[in-house]
């Protein structure tokens, strides 16, 4: 009985022990298969996204914009086509006097102002006497003529009664001969005379007149040598006056031309060269052009700002170009070159800096496109890369599609 007893408690712990490791190999089992069918379905949802994403033909969707007929007619639409752009340069520079025009009017000789007869701004012909002074040099000058002359007319009575007496057995031959001689001395010394009164600026009739009169006359005129516009005034009455010593009595300056000094960059020197055409514009006339050209460059390159001097000659024959004025200068400096064009209003710049504009087929569809630009004139924009002749794009209004394909819907 007990034997029976034992053996049965022993059966039962065995199936037990049987039931509960087939329960746990089903548990395991089944987590097992779940497992690796996980793994599967996510290896096959892989490959399916590889293979759509990687299907040929699918490219991202172009930028475009589409329009009802009422906003379309806001917009300027047209072909592109091509202009003349020309190779230009620019700068900036300061307006001057024309220095081979400009004259500094010295005296020639020391003394004392006695009058001043023009001013600043007013306009002189050649010949008109801008000051004149109380001259010593002058005094002694027609000082000596008139000594001159006295000895000229005693020597011409001598050489008279000599040759008078000559013939009347009275002298000798020999004191014709010296008479003669000591005549042609004075003549030699009297001329001489003159031209050193004529020096000082006086005609021969002035010349003449203080011989006849015997009256010396110290005032010295100082003409203009040029004609022109008083630029500088420095004279006044009881000043002295030195041959040379700065400031000149009266600057004068012939204004029909003028100078513009601008200064270039160092890698736009080699483009200039004298005689190119100029266009030059001040602040004062912002709607006149001036004309002029090239007449001097620069033979160095200034260390400290690294630019080239260009100096041109500017016409003015209006007068309304003034020393100093500040001027922006546009040179030709090659020959012009036909591209594609589009107006500025046409082109947007974007904020990452690109160039954009907007091609149309219907006018009612639009599509951005990249552009590359060149040279920018007279509110064209030259077209390097991006477009084709005859393709039709927004001239004017390019800002509100960009807008719009900015905002959305929103716009």
């Known amino acids: 009985m007990n034997a029976f007893g034992n053996t049965s408690r022993r059966s039962r712990a065995t199936l037990f022990a049987l039931i509960a490791i087939g329960g746990a190999a089903l548990f395991w089992g089944r987590g097992f298969i779940g497992f690796a069918d996980g793994q599967s379905g996510r290896k096959e949802q892989t490959a399916s996204t590889e293979t759509e994403s990687s299907r040929p033909g699918k ?38 006097f024309n220095e081979n025009l400009l004259v500094q009017v010295f005296s020639q000789y020391a003394g004392k102002i006695l009058k001043a007869n023009f001013n600043i701004g007013d306009d002189v012909k050649a010949g008109d006497v801008l000051f004149t002074i109380d001259s010593p040099d002058l005094l002694q000058a027609e000082s000596t003529l008139l000594a001159a002359a006295g000895v000229l007319e005693l020597q011409k009575r001598t050489l008279a009664r000599a040759t008078n007496l000559l013939k009347a057995g009275g002298s000798a031959q020999k004191d014709v001969d010296q008479s003669t001689s000591d005549q042609q001395t004075a003549e030699g010394n009297y001329k001489a005379a003159r031209d050193a009164v004529r020096i000082f600026g006086k005609t021969d009739a002035e010349v003449d007149q203080v011989v006849d009169m015997r009256k010396v ?54 483009a200039y060269r004298i005689g190119q055409d100029v266009e030059v514009r001040v602040p004062a006339y912002p709607d006149k052009v001036f004309k002029g050209h090239v007449t001097a460059l620069g033979s160095m390159i200034d260390p400290n700002s690294r630019r080239q001097l260009v100096r041109s000659e500017i016409d003015d024959p209006e007068h309304l170009l003034r020393s100093g004025m500040f001027a922006t200068f546009v040179i030709r400096v090659g020959d012009a070159a036909r591209s594609l064009a589009v107006p500025a209003e046409g082109v947007v710049r974007e904020g990452d800096g690109t160039m954009t504009v907007w091609v149309t087929s219907d006018r009612r569809h639009f599509t951005k496109r990249t552009v590359k630009i060149g040279l920018q004139q007279d509110g064209w924009d030259q077209i390097l890369e991006g477009l084709s002749p005859g393709e039709t794009v927004v001239t004017d209004g390019a800002v509100f599609l960009s807008n719009k394909l900015l905002l959305g819907d929103a716009g």
């Not at 007929?69 to 900036?92: C, H, M, W």
Request: proline share 10%; no cysteine.
């Open 59 to 96: 490219t991202a969707d172009p930028q475009t914009v589409d329009l009802s007929e009422k906003q379309a007619a806001t917009l300027k639409i047209n072909p592109v086509g091509s202009r003349d752009f020309a190779f230009l340069k620019t700068a900036v520079g300061t307006i001057d």
């Open 217 to 270: 006359d110290s005032t010295l005129r100082v003409p203009s040598p040029i004609a022109g516009r008083v630029v500088a005034r420095n004279a006044a009455p009881g000043l002295l006056t030195q041959p040379g010593n700065t400031p000149s009595p009266y600057s004068v300056a012939d204004l029909s031309t003028m100078w513009m000094l601008a200064n270039v960059i160092e890698t736009d020197a080699p």
